[in-house]
Protein backbone atom coordinates (compact mmCIF):
# COMPACT_ATOMS: atom_id res chain seq x y z
CA UNK A 1 0.00 0.00 0.00
CA UNK A 2 1.29 3.26 -0.98
CA UNK A 3 1.73 6.11 1.94
CA UNK A 4 -0.15 8.35 0.09
CA UNK A 5 -3.68 7.63 -1.71
CA UNK A 6 -3.84 9.39 -5.01
CA UNK A 7 -1.12 10.14 -7.28
CA UNK A 8 0.42 13.80 -6.62
CA UNK A 9 1.88 14.72 -10.45
CA UNK A 10 5.20 17.17 -10.68
CA UNK A 11 2.82 19.97 -12.11
CA UNK A 12 -0.51 20.63 -13.16
CA UNK A 13 -3.09 23.36 -14.16
CA UNK A 14 -5.59 25.07 -12.06
CA UNK A 15 -8.50 26.65 -13.88
CA UNK A 16 -11.81 27.65 -11.86
CA UNK A 17 -15.43 28.55 -12.39
CA UNK A 18 -14.20 32.38 -14.20
CA UNK A 19 -11.85 30.75 -16.42
CA UNK A 20 -14.68 28.25 -18.18
CA UNK A 21 -16.78 31.07 -17.76
CA UNK A 22 -14.32 33.31 -19.99
CA UNK A 23 -14.05 30.33 -22.79
CA UNK A 24 -17.83 30.25 -23.08
CA UNK A 25 -18.00 33.87 -23.68
CA UNK A 26 -15.66 33.41 -26.38
CA UNK A 27 -17.12 30.42 -27.60
CA UNK A 28 -20.50 32.23 -28.14
CA UNK A 29 -18.54 35.33 -29.65
CA UNK A 30 -17.91 36.20 -33.34
CA UNK A 31 -14.47 35.60 -33.25
CA UNK A 32 -12.63 31.78 -32.36
CA UNK A 33 -9.56 32.94 -33.94
CA UNK A 34 -7.93 36.78 -35.22
CA UNK A 35 -10.16 38.35 -33.24
CA UNK A 36 -9.90 40.93 -30.03
CA UNK A 37 -8.90 38.46 -27.47
CA UNK A 38 -5.61 37.96 -29.00
CA UNK A 39 -4.77 42.06 -28.74
CA UNK A 40 -6.09 42.15 -25.17
CA UNK A 41 -4.39 39.19 -23.57
CA UNK A 42 -1.04 40.41 -25.66
CA UNK A 43 -1.74 44.25 -23.93
CA UNK A 44 -1.96 42.54 -20.37
CA UNK A 45 0.55 40.26 -20.93
CA UNK A 46 3.39 43.06 -21.68
CA UNK A 47 1.70 45.06 -19.12
CA UNK A 48 2.29 42.42 -16.85
CA UNK A 49 5.86 42.31 -17.69
CA UNK A 50 6.64 45.85 -18.49
CA UNK A 51 7.70 45.43 -21.71
CA UNK A 52 6.59 47.44 -24.69
CA UNK A 53 5.25 45.05 -27.38
CA UNK A 54 3.58 41.42 -26.88
CA UNK A 55 3.10 38.75 -29.87
CA UNK A 56 0.58 35.68 -28.84
CA UNK A 57 1.72 32.25 -30.71
CA UNK A 58 0.01 28.96 -30.67
CA UNK A 59 2.86 27.60 -28.54
CA UNK A 60 6.06 28.24 -26.83
CA UNK A 61 8.13 26.64 -29.39
CA UNK A 62 6.44 28.22 -32.05
CA UNK A 63 7.12 31.82 -30.15
CA UNK A 64 10.68 30.61 -29.63
CA UNK A 65 11.19 29.97 -33.87
CA UNK A 66 9.51 32.94 -34.56
CA UNK A 67 12.20 34.92 -31.85
CA UNK A 68 14.95 32.63 -34.08
CA UNK A 69 13.39 33.81 -37.29
CA UNK A 70 12.98 37.85 -36.33
CA UNK A 71 16.85 37.76 -35.06
CA UNK A 72 17.97 36.90 -38.19
CA UNK A 73 18.95 33.73 -37.86
CA UNK A 74 19.80 31.45 -40.74
CA UNK A 75 21.08 28.65 -42.76
CA UNK A 76 24.79 27.76 -40.89
CA UNK A 77 24.21 30.77 -38.13
CA UNK A 78 25.63 29.47 -34.98
CA UNK A 79 23.23 30.19 -31.35
CA UNK A 80 24.89 29.33 -27.87
CA UNK A 81 22.45 28.01 -25.76
CA UNK A 82 22.44 25.68 -22.56
CA UNK A 83 21.70 21.71 -22.62
CA UNK A 84 19.77 21.75 -19.10
CA UNK A 85 16.74 22.70 -21.32
CA UNK A 86 13.89 21.35 -23.15
CA UNK A 87 14.53 19.93 -26.42
CA UNK A 88 12.38 23.01 -28.27
CA UNK A 89 14.90 25.63 -27.08
CA UNK A 90 17.58 24.41 -29.38
CA UNK A 91 14.86 22.49 -31.71
CA UNK A 92 13.99 26.21 -32.64
CA UNK A 93 17.53 27.71 -34.04
CA UNK A 94 17.55 23.85 -36.13
CA UNK A 95 14.14 24.48 -37.53
CA UNK A 96 16.22 28.15 -39.07
CA UNK A 97 18.98 25.69 -40.22
CA UNK A 98 21.64 26.90 -37.83
CA UNK A 99 23.74 25.21 -35.41
CA UNK A 100 23.04 24.88 -31.43
CA UNK A 101 26.19 25.36 -29.75
CA UNK A 102 25.96 24.19 -26.36
CA UNK A 103 27.85 26.10 -23.51
CA UNK A 104 27.64 24.37 -20.09
CA UNK A 105 26.22 25.10 -17.17
CA UNK A 106 26.93 27.06 -13.61
CA UNK A 107 26.95 23.85 -10.86
CA UNK A 108 26.05 26.72 -8.29
CA UNK A 109 22.73 28.23 -10.85
CA UNK A 110 22.67 25.54 -13.36
CA UNK A 111 21.82 27.88 -15.59
CA UNK A 112 24.00 29.08 -18.68
CA UNK A 113 27.71 29.82 -17.32
CA UNK A 114 28.71 33.04 -18.68
CA UNK A 115 32.00 32.18 -19.13
CA UNK A 116 31.40 29.26 -20.88
CA UNK A 117 29.17 31.40 -23.25
CA UNK A 118 31.91 33.63 -24.30
CA UNK A 119 34.70 30.98 -24.83
CA UNK A 120 32.03 28.99 -27.63
CA UNK A 121 31.87 32.42 -29.29
CA UNK A 122 32.94 32.13 -33.36
CA UNK A 123 32.73 33.84 -36.26
CA UNK A 124 29.42 32.25 -37.24
CA UNK A 125 27.72 33.32 -33.55
CA UNK A 126 24.46 34.97 -34.74
CA UNK A 127 22.61 34.54 -31.08
CA UNK A 128 22.78 33.62 -27.45
CA UNK A 129 19.58 32.07 -26.16
CA UNK A 130 19.44 31.78 -22.12
CA UNK A 131 16.93 29.87 -20.32
CA UNK A 132 15.58 30.74 -16.80
CA UNK A 133 15.92 27.26 -15.62
CA UNK A 134 13.37 26.33 -12.84
CA UNK A 135 12.21 29.79 -12.71
CA UNK A 136 15.45 31.76 -11.37
CA UNK A 137 16.57 33.90 -14.33
CA UNK A 138 20.01 33.92 -15.72
CA UNK A 139 22.93 35.92 -15.44
CA UNK A 140 21.59 38.77 -17.60
CA UNK A 141 24.15 41.80 -16.76
CA UNK A 142 26.70 38.55 -17.80
CA UNK A 143 24.87 37.77 -20.63
CA UNK A 144 24.06 40.47 -22.01
CA UNK A 145 27.61 42.33 -21.74
CA UNK A 146 28.76 39.78 -23.89
CA UNK A 147 26.08 39.82 -26.50
CA UNK A 148 27.03 43.66 -26.90
CA UNK A 149 30.55 43.26 -27.10
CA UNK A 150 30.15 40.89 -30.27
CA UNK A 151 26.89 42.33 -31.45
CA UNK A 152 24.54 39.53 -30.47
CA UNK A 153 20.81 39.48 -29.84
CA UNK A 154 19.87 37.51 -26.74
CA UNK A 155 16.66 35.77 -26.66
CA UNK A 156 15.26 34.84 -23.19
CA UNK A 157 13.45 30.98 -22.77
CA UNK A 158 11.38 32.06 -19.98
CA UNK A 159 9.11 29.32 -20.23
CA UNK A 160 9.76 28.61 -16.61
CA UNK A 161 10.13 32.33 -15.46
CA UNK A 162 6.97 34.11 -16.11
CA UNK A 163 6.68 36.39 -12.99
CA UNK A 164 10.27 35.80 -11.41
CA UNK A 165 12.65 38.93 -11.36
CA UNK A 166 16.72 39.62 -11.90
CA UNK A 167 17.39 42.94 -9.91
CA UNK A 168 14.35 43.86 -9.68
CA UNK A 169 13.40 43.55 -13.15
CA UNK A 170 10.51 40.95 -14.45
CA UNK A 171 11.12 38.73 -16.91
CA UNK A 172 10.09 39.85 -20.08
CA UNK A 173 12.44 42.69 -20.10
CA UNK A 174 15.64 41.35 -20.17
CA UNK A 175 16.70 40.52 -22.90
CA UNK A 176 15.83 41.51 -26.57
CA UNK A 177 13.22 38.97 -26.85
CA UNK A 178 11.92 37.04 -24.46
CA UNK A 179 9.50 33.74 -24.93
CA UNK A 180 6.62 32.80 -22.54
CA UNK A 181 4.87 29.09 -22.31
CA UNK A 182 1.47 28.41 -21.75
CA UNK A 183 1.46 24.85 -21.23
CA UNK A 184 -0.60 23.35 -18.51
CA UNK A 185 2.28 22.69 -16.61
CA UNK A 186 3.48 26.28 -16.68
CA UNK A 187 2.63 29.14 -14.62
CA UNK A 188 -0.60 29.93 -16.71
CA UNK A 189 -2.21 27.99 -19.13
CA UNK A 190 -4.35 28.63 -22.66
CA UNK A 191 -3.89 24.81 -23.38
CA UNK A 192 -1.03 25.10 -25.73
CA UNK A 193 0.22 28.56 -26.48
CA UNK A 194 3.10 31.00 -25.98
CA UNK A 195 4.42 34.57 -26.40
CA UNK A 196 7.64 36.96 -27.32
CA UNK A 197 7.94 40.18 -25.55
CA UNK A 198 10.00 43.10 -26.98
CA UNK A 199 10.99 46.36 -26.87
CA UNK A 200 12.24 46.38 -30.13
CA UNK A 201 9.47 47.75 -33.24
CA UNK A 202 10.98 45.89 -35.98
CA UNK A 203 11.34 42.64 -33.93
CA UNK A 204 7.39 43.10 -33.01
CA UNK A 205 6.86 43.73 -37.01
CA UNK A 206 9.08 40.43 -37.93
CA UNK A 207 7.28 38.66 -35.07
CA UNK A 208 3.61 39.54 -36.47
CA UNK A 209 4.45 38.83 -39.72
CA UNK A 210 5.84 34.93 -39.39
CA UNK A 211 2.74 34.15 -37.07
CA UNK A 212 0.82 34.86 -40.29
CA UNK A 213 2.09 33.21 -43.25
CA UNK A 214 4.62 36.50 -43.57
CA UNK A 215 1.52 38.01 -44.64
CA UNK A 216 0.48 42.21 -44.25
CA UNK A 217 -2.08 44.21 -44.73
CA UNK A 218 -0.45 47.26 -43.04
CA UNK A 219 -1.22 50.02 -46.06
CA UNK A 220 2.18 51.65 -45.06
CA UNK A 221 3.77 48.28 -46.40
CA UNK A 222 1.82 47.54 -49.21
CA UNK A 223 3.13 48.59 -52.84
CA UNK A 224 -0.20 49.97 -53.76
CA UNK A 225 -3.99 50.75 -51.77
CA UNK A 226 -6.44 50.82 -54.21
CA UNK A 227 -7.65 47.39 -54.15
CA UNK A 228 -9.33 47.12 -51.17
CA UNK A 229 -8.64 43.23 -51.15
CA UNK A 230 -5.27 43.62 -51.48
CA UNK A 231 -2.23 42.01 -48.99
CA UNK A 232 1.21 41.23 -49.65
CA UNK A 233 3.26 38.14 -48.04
CA UNK A 234 6.69 39.29 -47.32
CA UNK A 235 8.48 36.61 -45.94
CA UNK A 236 8.00 32.96 -45.44
CA UNK A 237 5.67 32.41 -42.23
CA UNK A 238 3.60 29.73 -40.98
CA UNK A 239 0.49 29.54 -39.35
CA UNK A 240 1.43 30.09 -35.77
CA UNK A 241 -1.33 31.79 -34.68
CA UNK A 242 -3.35 31.70 -31.12
CA UNK A 243 -7.14 31.06 -31.11
CA UNK A 244 -9.33 33.54 -29.36
CA UNK A 245 -10.10 30.57 -27.07
CA UNK A 246 -6.99 30.14 -26.08
CA UNK A 247 -6.76 34.12 -25.56
CA UNK A 248 -9.60 34.24 -23.61
CA UNK A 249 -8.59 31.67 -21.49
CA UNK A 250 -5.11 33.55 -20.97
CA UNK A 251 -6.83 36.68 -19.96
CA UNK A 252 -8.24 35.24 -17.26
CA UNK A 253 -5.35 32.73 -15.94
CA UNK A 254 -3.26 36.37 -15.49
CA UNK A 255 -5.52 37.86 -13.33
CA UNK A 256 -4.57 34.97 -10.19
CA UNK A 257 -0.94 34.81 -11.54
CA UNK A 258 0.08 36.86 -8.44
CA UNK A 259 -1.64 33.89 -6.46
CA UNK A 260 -0.05 31.47 -7.98
CA UNK A 261 3.28 32.36 -7.38
CA UNK A 262 2.67 33.20 -4.21
CA UNK A 263 1.43 29.39 -3.59
CA UNK A 264 4.41 28.27 -5.72
CA UNK A 265 7.02 30.49 -3.52
CA UNK A 266 5.51 29.32 -0.13
CA UNK A 267 5.83 25.55 -0.72
CA UNK A 268 9.32 26.31 -2.81
CA UNK A 269 10.54 28.22 0.88
CA UNK A 270 8.82 24.87 2.66
CA UNK A 271 10.76 22.36 1.02
CA UNK A 272 13.81 24.33 0.99
CA UNK A 273 13.71 25.23 5.03
CA UNK A 274 13.34 21.25 5.11
CA UNK A 275 15.52 20.32 3.04
CA UNK A 276 18.85 22.26 3.53
CA UNK A 277 19.34 20.54 7.26
CA UNK A 278 19.55 16.70 5.26
CA UNK A 279 23.19 16.17 4.18
CA UNK A 280 22.50 14.00 1.81
CA UNK A 281 20.52 16.18 -0.55
CA UNK A 282 21.07 19.75 -1.66
CA UNK A 283 17.89 22.04 -2.31
CA UNK A 284 17.84 24.87 -5.56
CA UNK A 285 20.88 27.56 -4.87
CA UNK A 286 19.01 30.83 -5.70
CA UNK A 287 21.57 33.71 -6.09
CA UNK A 288 20.86 37.30 -4.63
CA UNK A 289 19.99 38.86 -7.80
CA UNK A 290 16.77 36.84 -8.35
CA UNK A 291 13.33 36.32 -6.85
CA UNK A 292 12.99 32.74 -8.90
CA UNK A 293 9.00 31.79 -10.28
CA UNK A 294 9.08 28.66 -9.23
CA UNK A 295 8.07 26.53 -12.08
CA UNK A 296 10.20 23.34 -10.85
CA UNK A 297 11.62 22.29 -7.55
CA UNK A 298 14.52 20.67 -8.13
CA UNK A 299 16.58 18.53 -5.88
CA UNK A 300 20.75 17.19 -6.03
CA UNK A 301 21.02 14.03 -4.14
CA UNK A 302 24.27 13.11 -2.91
CA UNK A 303 26.72 10.53 -4.86
CA UNK A 304 25.81 7.83 -2.29
CA UNK A 305 22.52 8.16 -3.59
CA UNK A 306 20.97 6.26 -6.09
CA UNK A 307 18.60 8.40 -8.31
CA UNK A 308 16.62 5.17 -10.15
CA UNK A 309 16.06 3.71 -6.96
CA UNK A 310 14.83 6.98 -5.03
CA UNK A 311 12.74 7.92 -8.07
CA UNK A 312 11.16 4.53 -8.54
CA UNK A 313 10.48 4.34 -4.64
CA UNK A 314 8.73 7.62 -4.61
CA UNK A 315 6.64 6.50 -7.74
CA UNK A 316 5.19 3.97 -5.39
CA UNK A 317 4.45 6.01 -3.08
CA UNK A 318 2.39 7.98 -5.49
CA UNK A 319 4.53 10.93 -5.09
CA UNK A 320 5.30 11.75 -9.03
CA UNK A 321 8.81 12.93 -9.53
CA UNK A 322 10.27 13.80 -12.54
CA UNK A 323 13.75 14.59 -13.87
CA UNK A 324 14.32 18.16 -15.78
CA UNK A 325 16.16 17.68 -18.13
CA UNK A 326 18.45 15.21 -19.79
CA UNK A 327 20.99 17.32 -21.37
CA UNK A 328 19.68 17.96 -25.26
CA UNK A 329 22.69 16.89 -27.20
CA UNK A 330 22.48 13.32 -25.07
CA UNK A 331 18.82 12.61 -27.95
CA UNK A 332 19.80 10.10 -30.06
CA UNK A 333 18.63 13.17 -32.62
CA UNK A 334 21.40 15.23 -31.48
CA UNK A 335 24.03 12.30 -31.19
CA UNK A 336 23.41 11.97 -35.26
CA UNK A 337 24.34 15.29 -35.66
CA UNK A 338 27.36 14.46 -34.37
CA UNK A 339 27.41 15.85 -30.78
CA UNK A 340 28.65 13.69 -28.14
CA UNK A 341 28.77 12.80 -23.98
CA UNK A 342 31.22 14.73 -22.24
CA UNK A 343 30.59 18.17 -23.95
CA UNK A 344 29.42 19.63 -21.14
CA UNK A 345 30.31 17.61 -18.07
CA UNK A 346 28.80 20.20 -15.64
CA UNK A 347 25.21 19.20 -16.88
CA UNK A 348 25.92 15.69 -17.37
CA UNK A 349 27.14 15.83 -13.28
CA UNK A 350 24.39 17.57 -12.34
CA UNK A 351 21.45 15.09 -14.84
CA UNK A 352 22.85 11.75 -12.81
CA UNK A 353 22.27 13.24 -9.38
CA UNK A 354 19.04 15.14 -10.17
CA UNK A 355 15.45 14.85 -9.36
CA UNK A 356 11.97 17.07 -9.81
CA UNK A 357 9.29 17.30 -6.81
CA UNK A 358 5.61 17.83 -7.47
CA UNK A 359 5.32 21.84 -7.11
CA UNK A 360 2.50 23.56 -8.61
CA UNK A 361 0.13 25.94 -7.12
CA UNK A 362 -3.13 23.94 -6.99
CA UNK A 363 -1.36 20.99 -4.69
CA UNK A 364 -2.25 21.73 -0.42
CA UNK A 365 -0.09 21.96 2.40
CA UNK A 366 -1.06 18.29 3.24
CA UNK A 367 0.50 17.41 -0.40
CA UNK A 368 3.73 19.13 0.20
CA UNK A 369 3.87 17.63 3.63
CA UNK A 370 3.40 14.20 2.28
CA UNK A 371 6.57 14.99 -0.51
CA UNK A 372 8.39 16.02 2.43
CA UNK A 373 7.97 12.90 4.72
CA UNK A 374 8.62 10.25 2.12
CA UNK A 375 11.31 12.24 0.50
CA UNK A 376 13.19 12.19 3.62
CA UNK A 377 11.85 8.71 5.08
CA UNK A 378 13.97 7.58 1.76
CA UNK A 379 17.59 9.74 1.82
CA UNK A 380 17.91 9.03 5.56
CA UNK A 381 15.72 11.67 7.05
CA UNK A 382 16.56 15.09 8.83
CA UNK A 383 19.95 15.19 10.95
CA UNK A 384 20.42 18.77 11.85
C1 LIG B 1 7.64 24.32 -22.01
C2 LIG B 1 8.96 24.74 -22.55
C3 LIG B 1 9.14 25.11 -23.91
C4 LIG B 1 8.11 24.92 -24.96
O1 LIG B 1 6.91 25.47 -24.72
P1 LIG B 1 5.59 24.84 -25.38
O2 LIG B 1 4.54 25.85 -25.08
O3 LIG B 1 5.35 23.51 -24.70
O4 LIG B 1 5.82 24.68 -26.84
C5 LIG B 1 10.39 25.60 -24.27
N1 LIG B 1 11.39 25.72 -23.40
C6 LIG B 1 11.26 25.35 -22.12
C7 LIG B 1 12.43 25.50 -21.19
C8 LIG B 1 10.05 24.82 -21.66
O5 LIG B 1 9.94 24.42 -20.38
Given at each position: ?17 A ?19 I ?41 I ?27 A ?6 D ?7 E????I?A ?93 KT ?21 A ?11 H????R ?85 L ?8 L ?23 T?
Amino acid sequence: MPKRESFLPYGKQWLDEADIQKVFQVLESDWLTTGPMIPEFEQKAAEYVGAKYAVAFSSGTAALHGACFAAGITKGDEVITTPMTFAATSNAVLYQGAIPVFADIDPATYNLSPDTVESSISEKTKAIIAVDFTGQPADYDAINDIAKKHHLPVIADAAHSLGATYKGKKAGTLADMTMFSFHPVKHITTGEGGMITTDDPVYYQRLRDFRSHGITRDPSRLAKTDEPWYYEMHSLGFNYRMTDIQAGLGISQLEKLDHFLDKRRQYANKYTSTFASDPLITPPYQHPDTNSSWHLYVLKLDQSLDRKEIFNKLHAENIGVNVHYIPVYLHPYYQRLGYRKGLCPEAEKLYEKMITLPLFPKMSEKDVGDVIKIVTSLTGGITK
